[in-house]
């Protein structure tokens, strides 16, 4: 059975909501994990491209907003089962972007 890593918690909880990511940072800030870590600066991409979608659906093409709105709730899932799998497998090519662009997140 593989270990647990440290800061599991904070990464599950970055993934319920916003609010979830707020508190999981929060939690972060003191005592750092690298797990959870990861799991933050990754909702917080996948927190930035729902934005994007909603602001698709809304100002630029109903469909194309939805279907990005219903790729990043398909990804948000992904990513929320793999934290809860103890595994920092995220997005391809994406999550290890987010991981470089959001440093201040760290």
Known sequence: MAKTPEGKTKAVIAYITIAGMLIALSMNKDEKHPFATW???NMFGLCLLM???????YNIHLLTGDILYIIS???????????IYNKTTGI????KKFQTWF???G
């Open 73 to 83: 709730v398909l990804l948000w899932v992904y990513c929320f089962v793999m934290a």
């Open 51 to 57: 934005l994007i979608a909603i602001v698709t659906q």
């Open 39 to 41: 799991h933050i600066k």
């Open 103 to 105: 440093t201040f997140l």
């Open 92 to 95: 391809p090519y994406f999550s």
